[in-house]
């Protein structure tokens, strides 16, 4: 199986994402969208494209232009249904790519670990993994969307409540970040503090929350991620 990777910071984006496509013996292309030229990558070409989240906004795309080049490709993907996973940006880009709008929330930024509840048609989906009973969720993002036409609803927070879609049987888009490693949090944490000191947060919070959750959703994490991999790409070997 073919995997490509999009990464909008870092090529280490995916986090814990990344060793189970290792296990899994896939064959995966990573590649950083602000280095590599997308526009050069069949869309069609992989079994799988993720994208992972990034600092801007989809509505950006005249100050970061290779975003409209990612939106190209996801609308060309998710036309020929194929497997697509969307993480916070990456969600955002799929939403505007099946044709909906994205935007600065009204509700402020939503920033730390908070509680994702899974709604039932959510329970019938991997995303039950996530679910606020079985761990709490990192978050680290401002913009929203609006449901696009044709997605299922599967989970949402007290902010914002398009936190998880799926769009067929092959896209799934989560708002939240599954893939969080301590390594991605203290980057974040490095690069963020006057984002946290204008919502009332503070870096020692963050560290000691990821402290106590960062395990258990590490491990929620695996548990969804193989069980959607194998729903879409089938069982590994």
């Known amino acids: 199986m073919k995997v490509l990777v999009v990464s909008h910071k870092t090529d280490k984006d995916i986090g814990s994402l990344d060793p189970i496509l290792v ?63 969307g993480i916070c940006l990456g969600a955002q880009l799929l939403a505007k ?13 939503e920033i730390g670990w908070v509680d994702v509840r899974v709604n039932e048609d959510g329970m019938k989906t991997p995303v039950r993994h996530l679910d606020a009973g079985q761990t709490k969720m990192m978050q680290w993002h401002g913009d929203t969307f609006k449901l696009p036409e044709g997605a299922v609803r599967l989970a949402s927070s007290d902010l914002y409540k398009n936190q998880a879609y799926s769009y067929g049987k092959n896209i799934m888009a989560l708002q939240c970040h599954p893939e969080v490693q301590r390594e991605i949090i203290e980057l974040w944490l490095a690069c963020g503090s006057e984002e946290l000191e204008e919502n009332n947060l503070t870096v020692q919070g963050i560290r000691a929350d990821s402290k106590k959750n960062l395990l258990t959703l590490q491990h929620q994490t695996q548990a969804f991620f193989n069980e959607w991999l194998d729903e879409v790409l089938g069982a590994a070997s």
């Open 97 to 109: 790519a099946l044709g909906s709008d994205v935007f600065p929330g009204s509700n402020g930024k």
């Open 23 to 85: 296990e899994r013996g896939y064959d995966v292309t990573r590649i950083l969208s602000y280095m590599d030229a997308i526009e050069t990558i069949d869309p069609l070409g992989h079994d799988l494209a993720i994208f992972t989240g990034g600092p801007m906004g989809v509505y950006q795309a005249e100050d970061y232009p290779y975003l409209k080049q990612e939106l190209k490709y996801l609308e060309k993907r998710v036309a020929n249904d194929k497997p697509v996973l």
